[in-house]
């Protein structure tokens, strides 16, 4: 009770911090509900996944001749260039285990695009690019996890696999009847963990409240007084999220989550037979 206490506070003061990538995994049972190896595994892809994203952020922007995320070392896939101490480890694995909502984000990169040309087009540029390359990353988990399941329904018929396309997070691959089938269980459970949490982080980071990347997409798309009257809501972007969870707002944003979900780890299912 304390610990949820205190965790439900660190969330919303986190909220007003947080000015990279935002990731929110449902409610669950948290440990209790899950192995700490689906855990484990589950923050490792956290962090795998944050680190691509504010790497595509830094790259894009860098391409398009903002140089200053570069001159500062955040053109890398080296997690530790973009890990936030508390959003990135601290308050995930807290939140873990008071049971809750999963909040995490990572260091935000800077840019400065406004001595760009067009520089509404290349800040909309930059900030769908973390989004995109999480896109990227869960197409290829999908496609590696169907390939896995396509090469292990070839090669061992008899193969009995459980909990390959399920929609249960918290239930890792279960297989047997086969040499190497704790090592496929293993790679198949992050790859649909893999899977999972990169359509979440992109789609939530694209939701136009601030801080989240789709605010400035937003920002950019409106004629230049509408944008910025958009943008003088910044500072309130927390309150509005909460608003959101509070009036169950989120069940209609995470729409679109569960439209590339449900076809995709059906897909798996129906081609290689595992449930």
């Keep these: ?30 440990a209790s509900g899950a192995s700490w190896g689906v855990i484990a595994g589950g923050l490792i892809v956290v962090l795998f996944s ?23 070392g955040r053109v890398t896939l080296n997690p530790l260039a973009h890990i936030d101490l508390f959003g990135t480890i ?63 329904r070839l090669l061992a018929p008899q193969a ?39 359509v979440f982080l992109a789609m939530f980071n694209l939701i136009p409240i601030p801080p989240l990347d789709g605010s400035w997409v937003l920002e950019h798309l409106f004629p230049r007084t509408l944008g910025r009257l958009y943008a003088n809501i910044r500072p309130f972007g927390f309150l509005i999220f909460l608003a959101a969870i509070y009036f169950d707002l989120f069940e209609i944003l995470f729409f679109p989550v569960l439209i590339v979900l449900y076809p995709g780890l059906g897909l798996v299912g129906h081609v290689t037979g595992f449930a």
């Design 90 to 152: 601290i308050l995930p694995l807290l939140l873990v285990l008071a049971h809750g909502p999963v909040f995490g984000y990572a260091r935000p990169v800077p840019v400065r695009v406004e001595s760009l040309p067009r520089y509404r087009r290349a800040h909309i540029l930059i900030s769908i690019a973390g989004p995109g390359s999480n896109l990227m990353v869960a197409a290829v988990s999908l496609m590696l996890l169907l390939g896995a399941g396509c090469l292990v």
């Design 160 to 198: 009995v696999v459980e909990g390959f396309s399920s929609f249960d997070l918290a239930r890792p691959v279960h297989a047997s009847g086969f040499m190497l089938a704790p090592l496929f269980a293993a790679f198949a459970t992050v790859m649909k963990l893999s899977f999972f949490i990169n």
């Design 50 to 72: 944050l680190t691509i994203h504010e790497a595509a952020h830094a790259i894009t922007a860098w391409w398009l001749g903002d140089d200053y995320a570069r001159s500062l």
């Design 1 to 30: 009770m304390v610990l949820g206490l205190i965790v439900s506070a660190l969330s919303l003061y986190t909220l007003r911090l947080a000015e990279g990538p935002v990731l929110v995994v449902p409610e669950g049972d948290g």
